[in-house]
């Protein structure tokens, strides 16, 4: 019998085939050894539009963002220069102007 691969995503050692895919029964992450090579280190981080998102680039917000534990507002059309992604839930490290350092995600943006 050979040895299937731990899950990418929670290390779980419980996983198990399904055709051409890999299944985690405690996540219910699935992949093919295509993906699993290919995966890597390199992560892909889109906008709203479903651009690629990469260092450095400048994005805009697309809806009013509330500061979490603040009365301040980050408003629609805010440019946002150099940002930085990063393998986490909120996956853009920003600083705008006004408010300091920020964590975006992807799906309240669009590339500029």
């Known amino acids: ?8 995503q929670c290390s779980s050692s419980y996983t ?12 219910a992450h699935e992949w093919t050894t295509d993906s699993e090579q290919a995966a890597g280190s390199d992560f892909i981080v889109k906008d709203a539009n479903g651009n690629l998102l990469q260092d450095g680039d400048t994005i805009t917000v697309i809806k009013d963002l509330k500061v979490k534990g603040s009365s301040l507002v980050v408003k629609v059309g805010t440019k946002v220069k150099n940002i930085r992604l990063v393998d986490s ?15 975006l995600k992807s799906e309240f943006v669009k590339k500029a």
Do not use: T, V
């Not at 019998?1 to 990418?8: I, K, R, T, V, W």
């Open 16 to 27: 198990y085939q399904d055709g051409g895919l890999f299944i985690c029964p405690e996540c």
């Open 89 to 103: 839930d909120h996956n853009i490290d920003c600083k705008i102007d006004g408010i300091g350092a920020m964590k």
């Open 1 to 8: 019998m050979s040895e299937l691969p731990n899950c990418p």
